[in-house]
């Protein structure tokens, strides 16, 4: 029965055609079935009419698809078709990665994440917890290609390369792209532009459309931004508008003189603060910690697409994350200069120190944080690596390891640490968990979750108590915030399937807890609504640092002294009381604004002139990062 075709088959001499429009049909196809997946929380199965819904053109998804396949009717019979195969699995792969990572964060991948492969260090069970069998939806035309090469094998049939048609294709479909861009406005906004929702910016342009604008601006910010004389004067404008001048209060210089550490907590959400589940709180030390604490109930994580590392940049430098692009800042900037918390302490005498369980190279970290202004650095290759749980070196074991170091520094010190055990998929080993918990809850995700953050606030206790018997408590400030959200960040879908009456309680909204605790201070409760970007100023104030010190380059405001109760999240979504659109917008441009202080070093180049320090990891001078 084949044969009939076999002889029509073979007469077609412009067989490269056939397979480049089965290639297009095939990725137009992948495309749809990837915003299916996208527009269906919890993303377990695509929801087709959906995404066909949300495509405003699909020519201009089928020119993408023209211009990353025109290439192969330049080629020959054996590399034209290499070629195209080379095309559907590279884009099926980069697919495949842009669905995991969206599950985890609701954004897609970039170039510069293909970059970081030293993030990837034990991360394997985090991205495993992130496939679905559905997935294997964008596999199927693999199957079927495999099937028509079975059929037509032995085929004879020619293929004719062709300048040509590469030109016609590549050309017209460039040009329509191009007239699209200028002639028609998707919701008042060109095609080339990144939306502050990253499933619209990838829904207009398509999926394909998307990563190549991406690659283009990852070439075309390679340089330093130069910055107009209109840019440098908004920066100025809007940073002296966010200082509000208002008279000191009681909180003024409250903690001058004292040590500080701050411990930026894994995966630490504000729900479990207070809570108990079965009769056992699931915090009790954070609890305890509350009645001699500033404890800040509204505030939220403002993180990117470098998570933990985006909120110890922020943390320190009251300066938003980059949106542009995408990847942590340690790969991108790793020295630019900015008015940080470390600088503004060492001016005061204090030896600051950023203590890490994870390798210098991770998220390249350690030069960062140079860079901002730690004068040492602190990495995995200090600790001994007796205890290890998922990502590397456990709470219990971090914790219990670095009073020892914290205990040699001179006085006044400022300490920076970052806990790990708290991470996705929230698998802690069974000798580990405490909490007595419904069996069939304690298999879950959230069950886990609260294994987890039972486990951390477990070892924060017996780390407090070493501090105190070192006599380092009475004169030392400890804040704690959490990095971002764990539960609903992550597995927001486990969630969703659990009963209302089980999962009401763990009502979060973005919000992980700021604790300050000095021992034997009243407790307050801050209910303003305020971000990891209101850190700088909430603690520089708070330690006896005059507001004209960083009023010129915090983004951020003092959550302690301030007629704003607002706060903007990562993806533009503005949070007030009352609400204020004149004020969202400054918000919002203030992000964007981020973007050009960040590529341009712009505290560099016009406010400040101080040189990035030099990097020291685990106390001795370093030329360069250590191998991993």
């Known amino acids: 029965m084949l044969e009939p075709a076999r002889k029509i088959l073979q007469n077609i001499c412009v067989w490269n055609w056939v397979l480049v429009a089965c290639c297009a049909v095939a990725l137009i196809l992948k495309s749809v079935i990837l915003l299916g997946f996208i527009l269906n929380p919890p993303f377990r199965f695509p929801d087709f009419q959906a995404a066909l819904d949300w495509i405003p053109s699909i020519p201009v998804y089928l020119c993408f698809i023209a211009i990353t396949?025109?290439?192969?009717?330049?080629?020959?019979?054996?590399?034209?078709?290499?070629?195209l195969l080379a095309a559907n699995i590279i884009w099926t792969g980069i697919f495949?990665?842009?669905?995991?990572?969206?599950?985890?964060?609701?954004?897609f991948t970039s170039v510069y994440h293909f970059r970081q492969t030293a993030n990837l260090h034990n991360l394997s069970s985090a991205i495993f917890s992130f496939i679905r069998p559905s997935d294997a939806l964008l596999l199927l035309d693999f199957a079927l290609l495999v099937g028509a090469m079975a059929a037509l094998k032995g085929l004879q049939y020619s293929i004719r390369r062709s300048v040509t048609g590469?030109?016609?294709?590549?050309?017209?479909s460039s040009a329509y792209l191009v007239y699209f861009n200028q002639e028609h406005q998707i919701n008042s906004e060109p095609l080339f532009e990144i939306r502050w929702v990253p499933l619209e910016t990838v829904a207009v342009m398509s999926p394909i459309g998307y990563h190549l604008y991406d690659s283009f601006m990852f070439w075309s910010e390679r340089k330093q931004l130069k910055l107009s004389p209109a840019e440098r004067t908004e920066i100025k404008q809007w940073l002296a508008a966010q200082s509000e001048h208002l008279p000191p209060n009681k909180y003024k210089s409250?903690?001058?003189?004292?040590?500080?550490?701050?411990?930026?907590?894994?995966?630490?959400?504000?729900?479990?603060?207070?809570?108990?589940?079965?009769?056992?709180?699931?915090?009790?030390?954070?609890?305890?910690?509350?009645?001699?604490?500033?404890?800040?109930?509204?505030?939220?994580?403002?993180?990117?697409?470098?998570?933990?590392?985006?909120?110890?940049?922020?943390?320190?430098?009251?300066?938003?994350?980059?949106?542009?692009?995408?990847?942590?800042?340690?790969?991108r900037y790793p020295e630019n200069?900015?008015?940080?918390?470390?600088?503004l302490l060492e001016k005061r005498g204090y030896k600051t120190i950023d203590i890490h369980p994870d390798p210098a190279a991770y998220w390249n970290w350690a030069k960062l944080m140079a860079g901002i202004g730690m004068m040492e650095c602190v990495d995995a290759s200090r600790f001994a690596q007796d205890e290890l749980i998922d990502l590397g070196l456990s709470d219990g074991s971090f914790l219990r390891q670095s009073p020892a170091i914290i205990e040699k520094l001179k006085l006044p010190f400022y300490v920076?640490?970052?806990?790990?055990s708290n991470h996705g998929p929230f698998d802690l080993p069974p000798e580990f968990r405490e909490l007595k918990l419904d069996e069939n809850l304690d298999q879950t995700k959230v069950g886990g979750y609260l294994q987890s953050v039972h486990y951390l606030d477990k070892h924060i206790g017996l780390f407090l108590q070493k501090l105190e018997s070192a006599g380092l408590l009475e004169n030392t400030v400890i804040g704690i915030f959490g990095d971002h959200c764990g539960i609903h960040k992550f597995y927001q879908d486990e969630l969703d399937e659990m009963s209302k009456s089980d999962?009401?309680?763990?009502?979060?909204?973005?919000?992980?807890?700021?604790?300050?605790?000095?021992?034997?201070?009243?407790?307050?409760?801050?209910?303003?609504?305020?971000?990891?970007?209101?850190?700088?100023?909430?603690?520089?104030?708070?330690?006896?640092?005059e507001e004209r010190e960083y009023e010129s380059t915090a983004m951020g405001r003092n959550l302690l002294n301030t007629r704003r109760n607002s706060v903007i999240l990562y993806e533009g979504e503005y949070l007030a009381d009352p609400l204020d659109k004149q004020e969202e917008a400054r918000y919002q441009r203030g992000m964007q604004l981020a973007d050009i202080i960040i590529r341009s070093n712009y505290f560099k180049t016009t406010a400040f002139e101080e040189s990035p320090q030099p990097l020291t990891i685990s106390g001795e001078p370093k030329s360069k990062l250590p191998s991993r």
Do not use: H
């Not at 200069?337 to 600088?343: A, D, E, G, T, V």
């Open 96 to 107: 495949l990665s842009d669905l995991w990572y969206f599950r985890a964060f609701q954004r």
């Open 416 to 420: 920076y640490m970052i806990t790990l």
């Open 337 to 343: 200069s900015y008015n940080s918390l470390p600088k």
């Open 503 to 545: 999962t009401d309680w763990m009502e979060n909204g973005m919000r992980v807890p700021l604790i300050l605790y000095k021992k034997g201070m009243p407790g307050w409760s801050i209910d303003t609504f305020g971000g990891q970007i209101d850190l700088l100023p909430t603690i520089a104030s708070l330690m006896g640092v």
């Open 254 to 331: 409250l903690f001058r003189g004292n040590n500080l550490i701050l411990l930026q907590c894994e995966s630490l959400e504000n729900f479990v603060i207070g809570k108990s589940i079965g009769g056992q709180e699931i915090t009790p030390n954070l609890n305890r910690l509350l009645g001699n604490s500033l404890y800040f109930r509204n505030f939220m994580e403002q993180v990117g697409d470098g998570t933990s590392s985006d909120a110890e940049f922020i943390a320190n430098t009251s300066v938003y994350p980059l949106r542009s692009g995408a990847g942590g800042l340690g790969w």
């Open 69 to 83: 396949l025109a290439p192969s009717l330049l080629l020959g019979r054996k590399t034209c078709r290499w070629y």
């Open 166 to 172: 590469f030109l016609l294709i590549a050309g017209l």
